[in-house]
């Protein structure tokens, strides 16, 4: 896609938190990023959560030198937010809504539905389990997999068999934490020797560091600290050696620095 | 809108400005100091020298917690963040207080819509469909409470209750809803000698985090 550079403004747009204060940071780092690379004349974020809100959005791009606003939702997966609430709050039409100070705002698909998801998976889990044989290895891609995620189970079960395809995996499974198959079963899901496990989120936060860590076996049930070094501790202590087997387990596919890399529309 | 930005706040930066908790000053150099309005005067504030510095500087309040609203009155103490250039400021500006100078500029210029909250919670869905079902005295305590500059957001409310136009609440001041009013203050009391200019964090449609409280209300209410 060619961006007319001096006219044209992004928007990242993101869940953020009210209680998770590294929610938003992985949009953050994606702005900043895209910023210094000079490829928009303007790079903005907005959030549901917190600020700037969907609705601040609507003022943050002068309509005279930025002709054209491409709105692209930080997103694992389509799903209520991307095809309700961000349309709603930033009075999309559809892929593309002409304002009345003639501005164009293109609705892009959310990050997470980029083809390189598939090969960032499979650098995180190489980088966690550095000196593991793949054949010897059951990669599980966790997500949340609820009804009201159901795309982002769908998202997951897709990077699974894309990965599946692959061969290079002893196995390659989508677990959840919310419904068959669970991540909690893994012991009985899985038969190799070793165990990756790769949580299927934007951001970390009370899932990655609390919730999935429990259902593993890998932590206990205690309060997440507000310190980010702290926070981000459960994801030092690979492998956890557990019946003889070796488990290793990543951070939230959406903090890669590969991803950040990778942003593009 | 950098550019629109940028204009607003050389206008401001005469010699210094307030906006919200922070001070901006001009350095002899040509660069910008921004710093906490408490901490003029200190000379142990820890030095900063990036815009993204600001990031971290806005995520927690003095004791460690984090703050979801930027705007509240919790900003944390004990720093200083130097700057080279403009952009810097505007960049880091929006880091302490995201999508205000934007919001600023299109006030300025007569181009900001202002929304009553009954017309943001009437548009909700899911989880938030039911704020909508707040009583009027509800939402004038509930706003009084949570809006209040003394502990809970130093914006300047545009925003009514209704497209009737009714007060937001009549349990916050006259000055809550006035832009020249600086937030920080407490109304009635005498205002200071001499006051930088300011640039006012105006509000102009309810947030999700009041729409969440209202919805917290009427779930309450319901579940009683």
Not at chain 1, 204 to 217: A, C, F, K, Q, T
Not at chain 2, 42 to 55: C, N, P, V
Request: proline share 7%; glycine share 6%; charged share 25%.
């Amino acid at each position: 896609m060619t961006i007319d550079r001096a006219n044209s403004a992004l928007l990242i747009v993101a869940h953020g938190s009210t209680v998770n204060p590294d929610s938003s940071a992985p949009t953050l780092a994606h702005a900043a990023e895209i910023w210094r690379r000079k490829v928009f004349a303007e790079v903005a974020c907005a959030f549901w959560k917190e600020e700037p809100s969907l609705r601040d959005a609507l003022c943050l791009f002068d309509p005279k030198p930025i002709r054209e606003v491409y709105v692209v939702p930080n997103f694992i997966s389509e799903g209520y937010f991307t095809q309700t609430v961000i349309p709603r709050e930033l009075e999309l039409n559809g892929r593309i809504t002409k304002r009345s100070s003639g501005q164009i705002w293109k609705y892009c698909e959310p990050v997470g539905n980029h083809s390189m998801m598939t090969e960032l998976l499979l650098k995180r889990a190489c980088e966690v389990a550095q000196d593991v044989s793949p054949a010897q290895t059951t990669l599980l891609i966790v997500a949340h997999g609820t009804d009201l995620n159901e795309n982002s189970a769908v998202a997951a079960k897709r990077e699974a068999e894309n990965i599946r395809a692959l061969a290079k995996y002893g196995d390659v499974l989508n677990v959840y934490m919310e419904e068959p198959p669970l991540v909690s079963d893994w012991k009985k899901l899985t038969k190799t020797p070793n165990v990756v496990v790769v949580p299927f989120f934007i951001s970390d936060g009370l899932h990655s560091y609390e919730d999935i860590p429990v259902l593993l076996g890998i932590a206990s049930e205690r309060p997440v600290s507000n310190c980010r070094a702290e926070r981000g501790e459960i994801f030092r202590h690979n492998p956890h050696r557990i019946n003889g087997r070796s488990l290793f387990y990543a951070p939230s596919i959406g903090t890669d620095e590969g991803y950040r890399a990778s942003s593009q529309i | 809108m950098p550019n629109l930005i940028e204009q607003a706040l050389e206008a401001a930066l005469v010699d210094r400005f307030y906006i919200g908790q922070i001070l901006v000053r001009k350095t002899n150099g040509g660069g910008f100091v921004i710093s906490h309005r408490d901490d003029q005067g200190r000379g142990d504030l820890k030095l900063f020298q990036s815009a993204e510095d600001a990031i971290d500087l806005t995520k927690f309040d003095d004791s460690g917690n984090y703050r979801p609203l930027k705007t509240a009155p919790n900003l944390q103490h004990g720093w200083r963040l130097q700057l080279a250039i403009l952009d810097d400021l505007r960049r880091s500006l929006d880091y302490f207080y995201p999508g205000r100078l934007a919001i600023f500029v299109s006030w300025k210029s007569s181009q900001l819509q202002i929304t009553p909250l009954r017309e943001t919670l009437d548009r909700q869905s899911g989880m938030y469909r039911i704020a909508a079902k707040i009583s009027d005295k509800q939402v004038n305590r509930v706003v009084g409470d949570f809006c209040r500059s003394d502990g809970g957001c130093l914006r300047t409310v545009l925003w009514k209750r209704d497209s009737r136009g009714t007060v937001a609440s009549t349990r916050l001041p006259p000055e809550k809803f006035d832009p020249a009013f600086d937030q920080t203050l407490t109304p009635g009391s005498p205002p200071p000698a001499t006051t930088p200019r300011l640039i006012p964090l105006l509000c102009q449609e309810p947030c999700n985090l009041l729409v969440a409280e209202c919805r917290n209300v009427v779930k309450d209410e319901t579940e009683r």
